[in-house]
């Protein structure tokens, strides 16, 4: 079913953003094809893409191939592949990937990132930002939840937040936890829930965890996200506070997020 002229890839990993992203460009007039390299991703691509395919992370001949003979030149990158499974799977690459890792100067997120922008660049395809797509999802400063911070708690914010800048320019991860002025956990290839269970442990209980975009965020991948499972995470590991970055964080079903942290007496903040 062809709406207009333009055709869209939709490289889809995991989670309910890859649900919204599809409908918004559909929404947009947009032909939509789901590449889904995880199975979640292709059960929630389903009936909403005008095609679904399934593709392994490491199969990029097999999508490029499919990308040209659909006559695609527009692609989006959305959802989760957790990098780790990458890793234990890497046996899986095939040699197009291989030869692509190869030339990186490290496995760094942002490392990998400036390598499928120049080969796909090689292959004419352009790969549109999420924001294009997701615009209502981002949040101005503000208090969101019933419960609002101590003085002492928007110290450890602010503090907290510098040092999740400077943590994301080394392109190391967005989240850091703390507490009392002290750096308890810094995310890193685990994600972000694991940065949270490791920081609320180490700091035995509540606990200040602030989310950034990088100070170079590229807006084609990897925008930083909170969702209930942020929070329902948080509230498992003793609580505290979750403060994300405004206009830049994705926001996923906010008003259930809202709820969700009332329930559990959280102190949730757009700064």
Known sequence: MHKNGKRLAIIAG????????????????????????????????????????????????????????????????????????LLRNIHKLDWLAIKNLGRLKNLHD????????????????????????????????????????SLEERIDIEYGFDI???????????????????????????????AIKRGCKLANGEAVVVKVAKPNQDKRFDIPTIGTQTIETLAK????ILAFESSKTIAIDIEKVKEVADKYNICLLSI
């Open 14 to 85: 995991n989670g309910n953003l890859t649900t919204l992203l599809a409908k918004s460009a559909s929404s947009q007039g947009f032909n939509t094809y789901g590449l889904a390299i995880t199975d979640e991703a292709k059960h929630n691509l389903d009936g909403i893409c005008d095609t679904v395919n399934k593709f392994a992370p490491g199969q990029i001949s097999k999508m490029i191939d499919f990308v040209k003979k659909e006559l695609i030149n527009q692609v989006v990158f959305i959802g989760k592949v957790p990098k780790l499974d």
């Open 110 to 149: 942002d490392s990998i990132h400036e390598g499928i922008v120049s080969f796909l660049k090689e292959h004419n395809i352009e790969i549109l930002p999420q924001t294009l797509f997701l615009k209502e999802l981002f949040l101005e400063k503000q208090i969101l939840s019933k419960r609002k911070p």
């Open 164 to 194: 999740a800048k400077k943590i994301g320019s080394l392109d190391i991860g967005q989240t850091v936890v703390v507490k009392n002025k002290m750096i308890i956990a810094i995310e890193a290839i685990e994600g972000t829930d694991e």
């Open 237 to 240: 590991c003793g609580g505290g």
